[in-house]
C-alpha cells in the first residue's frame, strides 16, 4: 500500500513541476503558443494530463482492492 501512494506522490509531483513549468513565468503567457491558443500545444497538455489522470485512477483502484 505504501509503494502505491508514493507512486501516487510521485506523479502528482511530477504534474505540479510540469503545470508550474507552463504558468510560472510571466512570458509564458505572451508566448505565441499559448498567445495564439495554438491548439497542438492544447491537445498535448490535455494528453499529457489525462495520461498522468489514468496512472493515479489505476492505482487508485487498486488500493481500493486492498482494502
Not at 498535448?44 to 487508485?60: G, V
Amino acid at each position: 500500500m505504501i509503494d502505491k501512494l508514493k507512486t501516487i506522490l510521485y506523479i502528482l509531483r511530477d504534474t505540479e513541476k510540469y503545470l508550474s513549468g507552463i504558468v510560472k513565468y510571466e512570458w509564458m503567457k505572451d508566448h505565441p503558443h499559448f498567445e495564439y491558443n495554438d491548439k497542438q500545444v492544447l491537445k498535448d497538455i490535455i494528453k499529457n494530463l489525462t495520461k498522468r489522470q489514468r496512472e493515479i485512477n489505476k492505482l487508485i483502484n487498486e488500493l481500493k482492492g486492498d482494502k
